[in-house]
């Protein structure tokens, strides 16, 4: 499909990468990983051919259909969402235009014998073959189906992309990418402007995709759900194994300890071969026997250790003073834009020292109730502060107020204060912006080096309660590794808006759901919030819109009543206990099969086990509606 054959950039004299060479296949699912500034951006320009390297060739197919998804949009604005995802369908729209030609001269003319009316009829014969052919007839419904994966409504399907966020275009973007056939997707950070639902979706089409895939993505869980191989690039080198990403790291490491070993044996052999030379040269005898050992070494080939890229940003958030005991109340919180309404009579209180997210579907009110509690938008309802409460905001776009003209150290002095001002080359130094690197124009830098540049500023700020909208967009997996255990250590309370599954594990205790202008607090972590909602969409029973009256129970019966109740629930709770672990070892199983599917399948009984499975696995679903029924019929 695609062959790269020592592929070679450099900017300002220094190479992002040299000599380099791989081949991309149908159904290579490829995560390209890298720290911020590696050149992976860099990479899927040279091979959707918007840059040009400067040395080294790319052979592909002649028919190679390409489909590039940037961080930065060009949009036309004026079209519906609709009309914007026809614009997939070239092919399909300049047919279409042709038939309506040839349609309204049908309808015009009157010499229904001549030779140039019949001629008409082929030409539209052949037109509406050639639209079948190319799916003419299908692809409305194809659009409609996965502009709702990527989560719009059919309400927004004519509604003008101009009243729609960034995220929301970029969406709109992917649907045209997905809906296009490509045989190669170059797919730039796609999921940071999607939800986790819509992550979900996506994950499911990509395995599917018959094409190759190249994803630059900071979202481990997606990588290790989506990719079966993994390109990294380091120090100018790529490194590239046929494995997801966390299995990528598992084997770069033995690898590496397997090189250290080898060379220390090397070393070993190396040092006593020198004491040989050393003793032979003082005797005639052995002069020859001297030259040939140096000889030898000189021809062996030293033992190479890959290298590492191992610079991180430091990172700590210190708390101001100590607040209150509920850092935000509110009650009734109202909010809407015109006549669409965001938030609906929302009450919460967050507690001193909690760390709390904020989850659900885009434009579902996460992002606007964080600006409401950082005083910035008018809104319905109270919402009050407690006591000593000290804000500091990391907005979503947080990168786009940072001043392009402005140096990086310029942005980070003109943001201090007396107090800090000295402490600010400090700041940039642990954020990996060290010596000439301060004096970078911020228009330069790249989506991660901006996002880093905004945490540094946010020190120069006190606080005690940190805001944070998508602080993970742009950043490379070890700077977000070091953000999170920053705010795992963090002593005052936190609020996380994210859709990062993998970076909200472990971090915050309580979730709150946004759907439908309200919200819904769950008591745990996020993995704790996703097995609810996958039980929750096992329920399929209806919902019945008028309640019987039930008669009143004696006391024996209510006993009894009870008793039996709590004994289903508790059957409940076992049997959804049951299938969520029998759900996730036939997902292994299948992540196996899509990875190891030869080495899998040599066991004669693989198939046996992995069909009794799934039946047991209906056997228990059965079993969970039959018990759910008989709840239902208690209550």
């Given at each position: 499909?695609?062959?790269?054959h020592?592929?070679?950039?450099?900017?300002q004299?220094?190479y992002?990468?040299?000599?380099?060479a791989?081949?991309l296949?149908?159904?290579d699912?490829?995560g390209?990983?890298?720290?911020?500034?590696?050149?992976k951006s860099?990479?899927?320009?040279?091979?959707a051919k918007?840059?040009?390297?400067?040395?080294?060739?790319i052979?592909?197919?002649?028919?190679?259909?390409?489909?590039?998804?940037k961080?930065?949009?060009?949009?036309?604005f004026?079209?519906t969402?609709?009309?914007?995802s026809?614009?997939?369908f070239h092919?399909?729209?300049?047919?279409?235009?042709?038939?309506?030609?040839?349609n309204t001269?049908?309808?015009?003319?009157t010499?229904?014998e001549?030779d140039?009316?019949?001629?008409?009829?082929?030409d539209l014969?052949?037109l509406q073959?050639?639209?079948?052919?190319?799916?003419?007839?299908?692809?409305?419904?194809e659009?409609?189906?996965?502009?709702?994966?990527?989560?719009?409504?059919?309400?927004?399907?004519n509604?003008?992309t101009?009243t729609?966020?960034g995220g929301w275009?970029m969406r709109?973007?992917?649907?045209k990418l997905?809906?296009?056939?490509?045989?190669?997707?170059l797919l730039d950070?796609?999921?940071?402007?999607?939800?986790i639902?819509?992550?979900?979706?996506?994950?499911g089409?990509?395995?599917?995709?018959?094409?190759?895939?190249?994803i630059?993505?900071?979202?481990?869980?997606?990588?290790?759900?989506?990719t079966?191989r993994?390109i990294e690039?380091?120090l100018g080198?790529?490194y590239?194994?046929?494995k997801?990403?966390?299995?990528?790291l598992e084997?770069?490491?033995?690898i590496?300890?397997q090189q250290?070993?080898?060379?220390?044996?090397?070393?070993?052999h190396i040092?006593?071969t020198e004491k040989?030379?050393?003793?032979?040269?003082?005797?005639?005898?052995?002069?020859?026997?001297?030259?040939?050992?140096i000889k030898?070494?000189?021809r062996?080939d030293?033992?190479?250790v890959d290298?590492?890229d191992?610079s991180?940003?430091?990172?700590?958030?210190?708390?101001?003073v100590?607040?209150g005991?509920?850092?935000?109340?509110?009650?009734n919180?109202s909010?809407?834009?015109g006549?669409?309404?965001?938030?609906?009579?929302?009450?919460l209180?967050i507690?001193?020292?909690?760390?709390?997210?904020f989850v659900?579907?885009?434009?579902?009110?996460k992002?606007t109730l964080?600006?409401i509690i950082?005083?910035?938008?008018?809104?319905?309802?109270?919402?009050?502060?407690?006591?000593?409460?000290?804000?500091?905001?990391f907005?979503?776009?947080?990168?786009e107020?940072?001043d392009?003209n402005?140096t990086?150290?310029?942005?980070m002095?003109?943001?201090?204060?007396e107090?800090n001002?000295s402490?600010?080359r400090?700041?940039?130094?642990?954020?990996?912006?060290?010596?000439?690197?301060?004096?970078?124009y911020v228009?330069v830098?790249?989506?991660?080096e901006r996002?880093?540049?905004?945490l540094?500023?946010?020190?120069?700020?006190?606080?005690?309660?940190?805001v944070?909208d998508?602080?993970?967009?742009?950043?490379?997996?070890?700077s977000?590794n070091?953000?999170k255990?920053?705010?795992?250590?963090?002593?005052?309370?936190l609020?996380l808006?994210?859709h990062?599954?993998?970076?909200l594990?472990?971090l915050?205790?309580?979730?709150?759901?946004?759907?439908d202008?309200k919200?819904?607090e769950?008591?745990g972590?996020?993995?704790?919030?996703?097995e609810?909602?996958?039980?929750?969409n096992?329920?399929?029973?209806?919902?019945?819109?008028?309640?019987?009256?039930?008669?009143?129970?004696?006391?024996k019966?209510?006993?009894?009543?009870?008793?039996?109740l709590k004994?289903?629930?508790?059957?409940l709770?076992?049997?959804?206990?049951?299938i969520?672990?029998?759900e996730n070892?036939?997902?292994?199983?299948d992540v196996e099969?899509?990875?190891?599917?030869?080495?899998?399948?040599?066991?004669p009984?693989?198939f046996?086990?992995?069909?009794?499975?799934k039946e047991?696995l209906?056997s228990?679903?059965a079993?969970?509606?039959?018990?759910q029924?008989a709840i239902?019929?208690?209550n």
């Amino acid at each position: 499909m695609l062959n790269i054959h020592n592929l070679s950039i450099s900017f300002q004299g220094e190479y992002l990468f040299e000599e380099i060479a791989f081949k991309l296949s149908a159904g290579d699912r490829i995560g390209l990983i890298g720290k911020n500034g590696a050149g992976k951006s860099t990479m899927l320009k040279i091979l959707a051919k918007e840059l040009d390297p400067d040395s080294g060739q790319i052979a592909a197919d002649k028919s190679l259909k390409i489909g590039f998804l940037k961080q930065d949009l060009d949009f036309e604005f004026g079209r519906t969402v609709l009309e914007e995802s026809y614009e997939a369908f070239h092919e399909i729209k300049k047919i279409e235009r042709e038939i309506d030609e040839v349609n309204t001269q049908l309808a015009e003319r009157t010499d229904y014998e001549s030779d140039s009316y019949h001629q008409l009829m082929i030409d539209l014969n052949e037109l509406q073959h050639q639209y079948e052919i190319h799916g003419g007839y299908n692809y409305q419904g194809e659009t409609e189906k996965i502009l709702q994966g990527l989560g719009f409504k059919r309400e927004d399907f004519n509604k003008l992309t101009d009243t729609f966020s960034g995220g929301w275009r970029m969406r709109i973007e992917l649907a045209k990418l997905l809906l296009q056939n490509n045989d190669l997707l170059l797919l730039d950070e796609p999921t940071n402007h999607l939800d986790i639902e819509s992550i979900i979706w996506l994950e499911g089409f990509l395995k599917n995709y018959p094409g190759a895939v190249v994803i630059v993505s900071h979202d481990k869980m997606f990588l290790d759900n989506v990719t079966n191989r993994t390109i990294e690039i380091s120090l100018g080198r790529i490194y590239d194994y046929n494995k997801p990403y966390t299995k990528f790291l598992e084997l770069r490491k033995e690898i590496k300890e397997q090189q250290l070993a080898t060379q220390k044996n090397q070393e070993k052999h190396i040092q006593q071969t020198e004491k040989l030379i050393e003793k032979f040269r003082a005797k005639a005898s052995k002069a020859t026997m001297a030259q040939s050992l140096i000889k030898k070494l000189d021809r062996m080939d030293r033992v190479e250790v890959d290298e590492d890229d191992n610079s991180v940003m430091t990172l700590r958030f210190p708390v101001s003073v100590t607040p209150g005991k509920v850092v935000v109340e509110a009650q009734n919180v109202s909010k809407s834009y015109g006549d669409l309404q965001v938030l609906n009579n929302i009450s919460l209180s967050i507690p001193r020292d909690t760390k709390t997210a904020f989850v659900g579907q885009n434009g579902q009110g996460k992002s606007t109730l964080a600006k409401i509690i950082v005083g910035d938008l008018k809104h319905q309802g109270e919402l009050k502060l407690g006591h000593n409460v000290q804000i500091a905001y990391f907005a979503q776009n947080q990168a786009e107020y940072l001043d392009g003209n402005k140096t990086v150290l310029d942005t980070m002095i003109d943001a201090a204060n007396e107090s800090n001002r000295s402490k600010v080359r400090d700041i940039l130094g642990s954020f990996l912006f060290r010596g000439d690197e301060v004096e970078k124009y911020v228009r330069v830098l790249s989506g991660g080096e901006r996002n880093r540049l905004a945490l540094a500023k946010l020190l120069l700020q006190p606080f005690n309660v940190l805001v944070m909208d998508e602080p993970t967009n742009h950043l490379d997996i070890k700077s977000k590794n070091v953000l999170k255990e920053a705010l795992k250590n963090f002593d005052g309370t936190l609020i996380l808006v994210s859709h990062d599954r993998d970076f909200l594990q472990g971090l915050t205790e309580t979730i709150y759901e946004f759907k439908d202008h309200k919200i819904k607090e769950y008591l745990g972590n996020i993995d704790y919030y996703l097995e609810q909602r996958n039980v929750e969409n096992l329920r399929e029973v209806e919902k019945r819109n008028v309640e019987k009256e039930k008669p009143k129970a004696s006391n024996k019966d209510s006993y009894e009543t009870q008793k039996k109740l709590k004994s289903l629930n508790n059957k409940l709770s076992n049997l959804e206990s049951k299938i969520h672990d029998l759900e996730n070892e036939i997902k292994g199983i299948d992540v196996e099969l899509a990875t190891n599917y030869d080495e899998v399948v040599s066991n004669p009984r693989f198939f046996d086990k992995y069909n009794a499975k799934k039946e047991k696995l209906e056997s228990l679903m059965a079993e969970w509606e039959t018990v759910q029924e008989a709840i239902d019929s208690s209550n």
